[in-house]
């Protein structure tokens, strides 16, 4: 995949730029019949929630030109066959502060109108209790669902060939998004966002099959994930497939607590996984990583980076990805596991061809390399030295590499002498020991 080329552009925008223009699309206007079905559904809506009774639709195309939920609003359709077309410009369904929204085996198709930037096809903010199921969200010229402060269940819904992010939400209540299917999304698949560091979020993300993730709108990392979670807190990524992503398979930028758990993730142009400016108490356990540009970065330190466990990883094939001419050497390019400032990195296995295996930089500050098997790199274990550098243990890995097991390094510059071998050089507040080499 390509950074310059987007994965589709989707027919909603292309058309409304060719007809309206970017900067008129307010006045394609929804048809009279379009008006007319919104009103006569919101009004049947209003009725049937202030009962507590849901409406049924019949199989079919609708034509919308945006629909505001009242508060109770339960709106069935039949599975795959009752399709809601915006009509002019949306989103399609919205609503605000409501105790409970429920919407089940319904399309939601966007193709027909315009989404305004920063806006879902479904959009909805301050829904305390939101369920959104067995529905497909498609063709949306900006997000696919847009969620502001919500929480409730995203479960076994199909989002496609969306423009920017596919679910997107913020300050969120605790969002479970559960067993849906994400593909073919312009900048990201998943964001979780939160205003401030480290706010609690409670949100899920596991069972999920994202791929297809582009990068649209380019940049150095905030485009093009399958899952990124944005300075939120206590948040789980867990048993999801990820797959080509023109950058990662997950991305924590400043985020606290949130653990990465038991993710199957293929073919990414940048490394893996991240926790980075400011992440603090990140877990990566039991993943899978496969044709990446690195494995997993716990990374900037000196940005507030702190915290971390890599454990039980399994990290093979990495080949150089995305070709940003600023990202030298010093990214640690094929590098199965980077780590700063207290972090484990146990039980892990990284296969090559690769560079390094394991990567003890920055300011190499209480870390601790154990029980690792490592094969097929150039480096085994590279450790940080000089003035500055902290704690750190090396201990009891299996490692197979070309050039050196256990190594130093001064900034880029890798030292001579393997630490792995007898009689080495020692260096202080550093402990090598007990590794098996060749």
């Known amino acids: 995949m390509s950074r310059d080329r987007p994965l589709f552009d989707p027919p909603s925008r292309r058309r409304m730029l060719r007809l309206c223009g970017a900067a008129s699309a307010s006045l394609c206007l929804p048809s009279p019949l379009a008006q007319a079905r919104s009103q006569d559904l919101a009004q049947r809506l209003g009725e049937a929630a202030r009962k507590g009774a849901s409406v049924s639709l019949p199989a079919g195309d609708i034509a919308l030109m945006g629909l505001d939920l009242p508060d109770g609003a339960i709106l069935k359709g039949v599975p795959g066959r009752t399709v809601l077309k915006l009509s002019g410009a949306g989103p399609l369904l919205s609503a605000t502060m409501a105790r409970r929204i429920a919407l089940e085996n319904i399309v939601f198709d966007g193709a027909a109108g315009f989404i305004p930037k920063e806006k879902g096809l479904l959009d909805f903010s301050d829904v305390i209790n939101l369920s959104v199921s067995g529905c497909a969200i498609r063709r ?52 979780i966002y939160a205003t401030s560091a480290g706010r609690y979020d409670g949100s899920r993300i596991r069972n999920n099959a994202i791929e297809d993730i582009d990068n649209r709108s380019g940049g150095n990392g905030p485009y093009g994930n399958g899952v990124f979670i944005w300075g939120a807190g206590v948040v789980r990524v867990e048993k999801n497939r990820i797959c080509r992503c023109v950058y990662t398979a997950v991305r924590n930028n400043g985020a606290h607590n949130v653990e990465v758990i038991g993710n199957d993730c293929k073919t990414f142009g940048e490394k893996a996984m991240y926790a980075e400016f400011g992440a ?16 997993v970065a716990v990374a900037n330190a000196d940005k507030g980076t702190d915290g971390a466990i890599v454990s039980g990883n399994t990290i093979v094939n990495m080949r150089k990805g995305v070709k940003d001419p600023e990202f030298g050497p010093e990214m640690l390019w094929l ?104």
């Open 140 to 191: 949306s010229s900006a997000r696919g669902v847009n969620l502001t402060r919500c929480g409730g269940a995203f479960a076994q819904n199909e989002i496609s060939e969306i423009a920017d992010v596919g679910l997107y939400s913020l300050d969120g209540l605790g969002v479970d998004v559960d067993n849906n299917h994400i593909r073919r999304c312009g900048d990201n698949g998943v964001l």
């Open 280 to 295: 603090r108490n990140s877990v990566f356990r039991d993943n899978r990583i496969e044709d990446a540009g690195a494995g």
């Open 335 to 438: 590098t199965g596991v980077l780590a700063e400032k207290n972090v484990e990195v146990t039980g892990n296995t990284i296969v090559g061809p690769g560079w390094i295996g394991i990567a003890l930089g920055g300011w190499r500050e209480n870390l601790r390399a154990e029980a690792n098997r490592i094969s097929g790199v150039d480096y085994g274990i590279a450790l940080a030295t000089g003035e500055g550098a902290g704690d750190a243990l090396v201990a009891r890995n299996r490692i197979s590499a070309r050039k050196g097991a256990v190594i130093a390094t001064a900034g880029m510059n890798f030292l001579p002498g393997d630490l792995a071998k007898p009689g080495a050089k020692t260096y202080p507040r550093l402990v090598v020991r007990e590794n098996e080499t060749p």
